[in-house]
């Protein structure tokens, strides 16, 4: 399992964040993701045999925003 962390810009509100969540949780190969308004960004964790970061950020995207990733500290 690999960890990254993406930043999100043009969540207005928790129901952004959710949204966002929601998704990223249904891609084959995500274990979890958790999105934060208040930071605008997510962690997820994600099997990287099955879907690549480049991926996640494509799905952050098809809602609207705005998506970079980077590791985690």
């Given at each position: 399992?690999?960890?990254v ?12 964040a ?5 998704l990223?949780e ?5 274990k ?8 605008g ?14 991926r ?7 809602l609207?925003y705005t998506?970079v990733?980077r590791r985690?500290?």
């Amino acid at each position: 399992m690999r960890s990254v962390v993406l930043q999100i810009r043009g969540m207005h509100c928790d129901g952004c964040a959710n949204s966002v969540k929601a998704l990223l949780e249904r891609e084959p190969g995500v274990k979890s993701a958790a999105v934060a308004f208040e930071s605008g960004a997510a962690r997820v964790l994600f099997d990287p045999l099955k879907i690549e970061e480049k991926r996640l950020l494509e799905v952050v995207e098809q809602l609207g925003y705005t998506a970079v990733a980077r590791r985690p500290a």
